[in-house]
């Protein structure tokens, strides 16, 4: 037993590398600057975030090979307990290079494979015999190829019957089956909340808000990136402008945001609140370089300065 109130949960996590180049060459060696390799998958950057902000979590997550024993370590070094699951297959690698000629940034984002079913539904048991440990189930991320596309709302069914709040950000067709049992919050940003409305045959953003929430879906936070982001319950509507910031990497927004989120409702802070405290820490990783995540007194000096005497 201890404190953790949190569990982050990441069945598809990688290890990141980033890099850059003077120019991303085709048919030729790009010579690279020295690399920097992170633990990365949506509930591991969730976890991280989180230690930055000053609330510690578990994380749960399946690790094979020796890319999943290095994955280990550097949960380690980041200082957040991990709880493998054993897999044969390797944890997969990710690549991001910004290209200086052009100022962008390459994503390079490999699949990840479980093979075996056991492993599956280890994690799953794992997650049942340790959730009334959990006030909140966080799960984020992709689905490995061969994890059942409903995966998510199993986790969900487990959270509901331990009585902890379940946050889901995923998207296309684990995000789709992943809200059959409901959810405490889910994040989708345009592109999933547009195939979303597709698939559920919505026509208005409104009628599928009322879908997600005769799902059992409690709060729905609608990003719009730099424009706006909405918190959308069956009670209110609530619209946050994000703070101007100078934008160096897109890499971990979404994490930040549901980092700084689960943060603000562990300090007590209301909904609203916890909305704006997780649209600064996006907004203080968005200004980090490549793949650097929050700092904490800047998600605070983002929050005071445009949320925490308006909500
Ligand atoms: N250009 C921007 N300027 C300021 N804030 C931004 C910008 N883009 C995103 N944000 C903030 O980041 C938060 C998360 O963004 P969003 O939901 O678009 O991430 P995402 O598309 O899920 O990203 P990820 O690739 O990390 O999953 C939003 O609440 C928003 O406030
Ligand atoms: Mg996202």
Redesign the pocket.
Known sequence: MNNHKVLTVTLNPSIDIGTEADEVITDQKTRCASPSFDPGG?GI?VSRVLNRLGIYSDALFISGGYTGNLLKEMMKEENIPAIPIESPDKTRQNIAIIDNSIGKQYRFVLPGLVSDLNIWESALQKIDELTDQYDFIIASGSLPDGIPENTYSEIASIAKKHNSAFIL?T?KSSLIKGIEQGAEFI??????FQEMKQIFGAATDSELYELLFQKGVKNI?H????E??LLITPESETS?T????N?RS????????IGGLVAGLIKGFTKQQA?GY??SA??S??QSEGTDLCDAAEVEEIYSTNFQSHL
Not at 242 to 245: A, V
Not at 250 to 257: K, P, Q, W
């Open positions: 949506g950057n950000d998207s994040k989708p940003n345009q592109e999933e936070v990003t719009h990136g730099k706006k982001t946050f994000p703070p101007k910031i934008l897109t890499i971990g927004a979404g994490d930040s945001f909305v997780g649209i996006a907004a990783t968005l």
